[in-house]
């Protein structure tokens, strides 16, 4: 696959003027929104490569070290990389759990997980340990933390301890996936919304045992009720469509009987998995995944156990998901 060079960009008064247009003031304030559709022509060589994975989506950007600190330029760069490629990957990043989160600060406010446990000290980065908790949810695909008002517009995720084979992970995109779809479907979706709900990725019965746990899965359940999400949400930034239901949190779709959203929701839940919208990653230690969550969907493959896996997980923070 040929791969081009990625160049880093000066902020230009029509990047301001696109962004103000399609989120508001509120866009020029919060850096996970601060991104041009496209980049400006005119660059300063950064010497780094991305090379494309599949048509639909996923990309290896190589020539950067994330552990250093990040300059403007070179952050608004990776964004619109990320927006156009939908996931980016970095191998041999040795990063240590605060330089993690700093990297990932760069892009937005970082999420503080209810359920999850986390570095000592470095609360923003969740472990997600096969030894030390429930992790069947992941094993469906899913997109992080839909039972929010505001899901995540992104996820930094780095290999900490992997088995020696299995423990891959899938990404799907949302957006191919709604492009696929005939005329009359896509008009029928984007007139319909779903409800998201954090107690269908985390049943007391797994997360409430003891009186502990079940104070701190109740505390999290009161603070996230169910929520409404469009089906087909537009891209913050590029306007771009996706399917924005997931089989993860996604309980049902509003509009329709309990029979016919049933029917609708496995068929999306089907189609978003086809292999013409997916890529699979092989992990090493010390990779790193930058997933856009606005616009994908992805799967971590249970064929490991009883092998040891730990993850290192960053959650930003996004926006309210718009039709």
């Given at each position: 696959m040929r791969a081009r060079h990625l160049r880093a960009s000066p902020w230009t008064s029509s990047s301001v003027d696109l962004l103000?247009?399609?989120?508001?003031?509120?866009?020029?304030?919060?850096s996970s929104f601060i991104l041009p559709a496209r980049l400006p022509t005119e660059f300063a060589n950064m010497h780094l490569t991305l090379k494309k994975i599949s048509p639909a989506l996923g990309a290896v950007v190589a020539g950067?070290?994330?552990?250093?600190?990040?300059?403007?330029q070179l952050r608004l760069e990776l964004l619109n990389s990320l927006v156009e490629r939908q996931v980016l990957?970095?191998?041999?990043?040795?990063?240590?759990?605060?330089?993690?989160?700093?990297?990932a600060a760069k892009f937005g406010d970082l999420h503080i997980h209810p359920?999850?446990?986390?570095?000592?000290?470095?609360?923003?980065?969740i472990v997600l340990d096969t030894q030390k908790i429930d992790l069947a949810d992941n094993a469906i695909w899913h997109t992080d933390v839909?039972?929010?008002?505001?899901?995540?517009?992104?996820?930094?995720?780095?290999?900490?301890?992997?088995?020696e084979t299995g423990g891959d992970t899938l990404w799907s995109s949302g957006a191919a996936a709604y492009a696929a779809l005939s005329h009359p479907m896509r008009e029928m979706l984007e007139?319909?919304?779903?409800?998201?709900?954090?107690?269908?990725?985390?049943?007391?019965?797994?997360?409430?045992?003891?009186?502990?746990?079940?104070?701190?899965?109740?505390?999290?359940?009161?603070?996230?009720?169910?929520?409404?999400?469009?089906?087909?949400?537009?891209?913050?930034?590029?306007?771009?469509?996706?399917?924005?239901?997931?089989?993860?949190?996604?309980?049902?779709?509003?509009?329709?009987?309990?029979?016919e959203s049933k029917f609708l929701l496995e068929f999306l839940f089907q189609h978003i998995a086809?292999?013409?919208?997916?890529?699979?990653?092989?992990?090493?230690?010390g990779d790193?995944?930058?997933?856009?969550?606005?616009?994908?969907?992805?799967?971590?493959?249970?064929?490991?156990?009883?092998?040891?896996?730990?993850?290192?997980?960053?959650?930003?923070?996004?926006?309210?998901?718009?039709?």
């Open positions: 103000k247009s399609q989120g508001g003031d509120h866009a020029t304030r919060h950067i070290d994330l552990a250093r600190p990040l300059t403007e990957f970095f191998r041999d990043q040795h990063l240590t759990p605060q330089q993690h989160r700093d990297f359920i999850y446990p986390h570095v000592a000290g470095v609360r923003e980065i839909t039972f929010a008002e505001k899901p995540p517009m992104g996820a930094i995720l780095r290999a900490e301890k992997l088995p007139k319909l919304t779903a409800t998201h709900d954090f107690v269908k990725s985390f049943p007391v019965e797994r997360f409430g045992g003891g009186a502990d746990a079940y104070a701190k899965w109740e505390k999290a359940r009161l603070d996230n009720p169910p929520v409404r999400h469009p089906v087909i949400r537009s891209h913050p930034i590029t306007g771009d469509k996706s399917i924005f239901v997931n089989e993860g949190f996604t309980s049902c779709i509003n509009e329709l009987s309990g029979r086809k292999p013409e919208f997916t890529i699979r990653w092989q992990w090493q230690v790193i995944a930058f997933w856009d969550n606005r616009s994908t969907q992805h799967y971590a493959v249970d064929d490991y156990r009883p092998n040891h896996r730990v993850m290192h997980r960053a959650t930003i923070i996004g926006d309210v998901p718009r039709a």
